[in-house]
């Protein structure tokens, strides 16, 4: 009986959840099978009903002439000014001009003679109407008319174009998106003021509508590419879209992998270098990074300042962070693997310091070295989270009075300090913080394999990752091209960058419909004394 009790109350329990459900679907399909009638006190009733008379929503009534009507804008996101002009145009303008609304054909004249915009248009029910309006904009309602005209009133309130916290350079633009979608497709355009620049748009997410914007070079994107992007996106069913976020998880290739297909970015410069590439850019209206969409590993491991930089510096940095990706990955499986199995690979000195300073120690060295970098790793994540002006000094002075504490009171080697803070040190050299957590979370695998199987665990683990990537796709590009597949012409701009008169072609792989990127002769030469006297003179 108590079964039957229980399994009645909980067939009730989604009952009434199917209901809320079908409630908010039916609101919806209501909402866009409500069309305006033409008579203007019931549509403002329905508008009001949809709205749940909420409090932002206001309906100025006025009289264009002798027509009654009624202008319909949500608080806060409308610019006053703009929504006096078009009050003032409908009610004053028809008798200066003397033009006579007409009932059925006053909002069509409205249109054509009062209200003179570029950014005019209409909508025929209620959830287009909230749609606008939610937006910024405004809505004309004339009585007779059977279409609400929406006008341009936006009043954005977003933050000033300034420099990317998470992307600093020391030489190059300084600017980054921001939250409103127009002003981050501008920073593109003022980079690219060409019509090849394309823009198309869709909208997602069934209760958000929010804008997303695909950006590309016609005649240099692949098409293949495109349509992929496209087919994708198209098929997002989703109640909301807040972010990038909320979309990557539908296109990438691979859902089961650690590491990041797409390249996200809040650097305008970067997306345009890609754009010149034949890659396709994504961006969602309300967050101010952009996906690169195909993406590589080696697009990773690269910043702005390469760019910037001589090719000689540019080629030791980026080869110091490659191998800082590897020491930051490997260091502390291979040091657990050799000191719990493979001490003849140790200088006898260094093997003898190393057991010495581990005397009194009470847990193996493979618990110190995971107790020790998870510990970093939450002084790591609470810097983060910590106000600005405390963030740094609390991590720094946390990690240095742990640390010093720890090996006073025996609990971890001065070794394993010494490991954790260089492997600390190199994967903050990851120019991506999206494939430095990756590592950092195959970091852990490494140190447990190494202590379990020593450094055959690890060199498994090695070729498992190794392969791994070679298998991953980003739209159906290889992850790691040039390498593998190995594509030469395409090195130039991998681990080592060539002069910027070398690069005369792009990508085989993403711009191989137009290979060409500049001529070729266009390197310096040496030019004429300017001590020596013209010979014709």
């Given at each position: 009986m108590l079964n039957w009790i229980k399994g009645r109350l909980g067939m009730g329990r989604r009952t009434r959840e199917q209901g809320e459900a079908e409630d908010l679907s039916s609101l919806q399909e209501k909402a866009?099978?409500?069309?305006?009638?033409?008579?203007?006190?019931?549509?403002?009733?329905?508008?009001?009903?949809?709205?749940?008379?909420?409090?932002?929503?206001?309906?100025?009534?006025?009289?264009?002439?002798?027509?009654?009507?009624?202008?319909?804008?949500?608080?806060?996101?409308?610019?006053?000014?703009?929504?006096?002009?078009?009050?003032?145009?409908?009610?004053?303008?028809?008798a200066r001009l003397k033009i006579t609304l007409k009932k059925g054909r006053g909002l069509e004249m409205a249109r054509e003679k009062l209200l003179i915009s570029d950014q005019l248009s209409t909508v025929k029910n209620i959830a287009d109407l909230f749609s606008e309006i939610s937006r910024g904009a405004g809505a004309v309602f004339l009585e007779g008319s059977t279409e609400a005209l929406i006008c341009d009133t936006r009043q954005p309130k977003t933050r000033q174009v300034e420099e990317p916290k998470n992307e600093t350079v020391l030489r190059g633009p300084?600017?980054?998106?921001?939250?409103?979608?127009?002003?981050?497709?501008?920073?593109?355009?003022?980079?690219?003021?060409?019509?090849?620049?394309?823009?198309?748009?869709?909208?997602?997410?069934?209760?958000?509508?929010t804008g997303i914007v695909i950006l590309y070079l016609k005649g240099l994107a692949r098409e293949k590419l495109l349509r992929e992007v496209r087919s994708r996106l198209q098929q997002i069913d989703i109640d909301a879209v807040l972010g990038t976020g909320y979309i990557e998880d539908y296109i990438e290739d691979n859902a089961y992998t650690i590491f990041p297909l797409l390249f996200r970015t809040e650097r305008p410069d970067k997306v345009t270098a890609a754009l010149l590439e034949g890659r396709v850019a994504i961006m969602v209206e309300g967050t101010p990074f952009a996906m690169i969409a195909p993406t590589e590993l080696a697009m990773l491991m690269q910043s702005p300042d390469d760019y910037f930089e001589v090719p000689a510096i540019c080629?030791?940095?980026?080869?110091?962070?490659?191998?800082?990706?590897?020491?930051?990955?490997?260091?502390?499986?291979?040091?657990?693997?050799?000191v719990t199995f493979h001490q003849e690979l140790l200088p006898t000195d260094l093997f003898l310091r190393i057991s010495s300073s581990r005397e009194g120690v009470p847990f193996p060295v493979i618990a110190e070295m995971l107790l020790l970098d998870l510990i970093f790793e939450m002084l790591r994540e609470a810097g983060l989270r910590l106000p600005p002006a405390i963030g740094p000094a609390i991590s720094i002075v946390g990690a240095l009075i742990l640390g010093d504490a720890a090996v006073r009171a025996g609990l971890v080697s001065p070794g394993v300090v010494i490991i954790i803070a260089t492997t600390a040190i190199a994967g903050f050299t990851t120019p991506?913080?999206?494939?430095?957590?990756?590592?950092?979370?195959?970091?852990?695998?490494?140190?447990?394999?190494?202590?379990?199987?020593?450094?055959?665990?690890v060199q498994f683990a090695l070729l498992l990752a190794i392969v791994h990537l070679c298998s991953l796709r980003s739209f159906g590009m290889p992850y790691l091209a040039p390498f593998a597949p190995l594509v030469l012409a395409d090195l130039k701009d991998s681990v080592v960058r060539t002069w910027w008169w070398g690069m005369r072609s792009r990508p085989k792989l993403t711009g191989g419909r137009e290979p060409l990127r500049q001529p070729a002769g266009q390197e310096p030469e040496p030019g004429e004394d300017p001590g020596e006297e013209d010979e014709d003179s």
């Open positions: 866009a099978r409500e069309m305006f009638t033409g008579n203007l006190k019931r549509d403002l009733k329905a508008i009001r009903e949809a709205g749940g008379n909420s409090y932002d929503l206001t309906v100025r009534r006025f009289k264009a002439g002798s027509l009654p009507g009624a202008l319909i804008y949500l608080e806060g996101l409308t610019d006053k000014r703009s929504s006096e002009e078009i009050v003032r145009s409908l009610v004053h303008e028809p300084r600017d980054g998106f921001i939250e409103n979608l127009q002003v981050n497709t501008s920073l593109i355009r003022m980079r690219l003021p060409i019509p090849q620049l394309w823009i198309e748009t869709i909208t997602l997410g069934r209760l958000s509508r080629a030791f940095i980026r080869m110091l962070r490659y191998a800082a990706l590897f020491v930051s990955t490997l260091l502390p499986g291979i040091y657990v693997a050799i991506a913080f999206s494939l430095g957590a990756s590592f950092r979370l195959l970091r852990f695998v490494f140190t447990i394999l190494g202590a379990v199987f020593g450094l055959f665990g």
